[in-house]
């Protein structure tokens, strides 16, 4: 039989015979677990794209960082890209670049970065859901790989608190960022850094996950229900064998969905 034409995450989709939750069936799942505990994944989960790599890219272009900083750094993610350096590396890097800038001018970068390139990209399902569950009383936490300044300025719409952050950081002094990583939370260190504030599958176990990457399966793993929300190719082959529901926001549905309830095209 040969498989439909469409994108790749769709034909993962047609080809794992996997069936995407619908807004309605991801609420009505994430709420029927009563959640005391939620943990989500920023970039691709709570809104599109990549505010970590677009905020590189805007210090670039608006002067933020030096020239010397530009090129470094510009030569550091080309070798991400080619597989030279990893994720680990490279998200600590993207923070440690900014070191001797004065963090209240990094905040103010941050604001004004969010405001004009993200904050647009808030997938207002993921909104939804996570003012509903504040309401209700969960705790709800953001992890990520990203710089703390991108994130607690993101999470704001979402009103989770800044203390409920968890993202890649560096140390201050008199006002300045340092080089020195407080943390860089991915893959395995996502579950670390909630480890570190007392949240793990033995003590206060995550009632609910939410991520987009491979870099979140980790802590999918931990939560007594996972939710892939919008994943990449790796993660949606990840969930089909970890048996995860798959949701994708309005804006990020892949086109030519077929479901396993869709006909298949004639052999």
């Keep these: 039989m040969q498989a439909p034409s469409f994108g790749r995450i769709s034909w993962l989709l047609w080809s794992l015979q996997l069936d995407p939750l619908t807004t309605a069936q991801f609420h009505n799942r994430v709420l029927a677990l009563d959640p005391k505990i939620a943990v989500f994944d920023c970039d691709g989960t709570l809104w599109s794209g990549d505010a970590g790599s677009a905020f590189m890219h805007w210090s670039f272009e608006s002067?933020?960082?030096?020239?010397?900083?530009?090129?470094?750094?510009?030569?550091?993610?080309?070798?991400?890209?080619?597989?030279?350096?990893?994720?680990?590396?490279?998200?600590?890097?993207?923070?440690?670049?900014?070191?001797?800038?004065?963090?209240?001018?990094?905040?103010?970068?941050?604001?004004?970065?969010?405001?004009?390139?993200?904050?647009?990209?808030?997938?207002?399902?993921?909104?939804?859901?996570?003012?509903?569950?504040?309401?209700?009383?969960?705790?709800?936490?953001?992890?990520?790989?990203?710089?703390?300044?991108?994130?607690?300025?993101?999470?704001?719409?979402?009103?989770?608190?800044?203390e409920r952050v968890l993202a890649a950081s560096v140390f201050s002094e008199n006002g300045l960022a340092t080089d020195r990583l407080r943390d860089v939370p991915t893959d395995e260190g996502k579950v670390a850094a909630l480890a570190g504030v007392g949240i793990s599958k033995d003590t206060r176990q995550p009632d609910c996950g939410f991520g987009h990457s491979s870099h979140d399966a980790a802590m999918l793993a931990i939560a007594r229900g996972a939710f892939a929300v919008n994943p990449s190719p790796a993660l949606a082959e990840a969930s089909a064998a970890a048996g995860w529901p798959l949701y994708y926001p309005a804006a990020a549905t892949p086109r030519q969905v077929q479901t396993k309830f869709t006909p298949l095209p004639p052999s």
């Design 63 to 162: 002067g933020l960082l030096s020239a010397n900083a530009t090129a470094w750094l510009t030569g550091r993610y080309n070798g991400y890209k080619r597989g030279e350096v990893s994720e680990l590396a490279i998200c600590g890097e993207m923070v440690q670049v900014y070191r001797g800038l004065p963090v209240s001018r990094l905040r103010q970068a941050a604001t004004e970065f969010f405001r004009d390139h993200v904050e647009r990209n808030i997938f207002p399902e993921m909104l939804d859901l996570v003012a509903d569950l504040t309401r209700r009383g969960t705790e709800t936490w953001a992890v990520s790989s990203t710089c703390d300044w991108v994130i607690e300025e993101g999470v704001k719409q979402f009103r989770i608190p800044a």
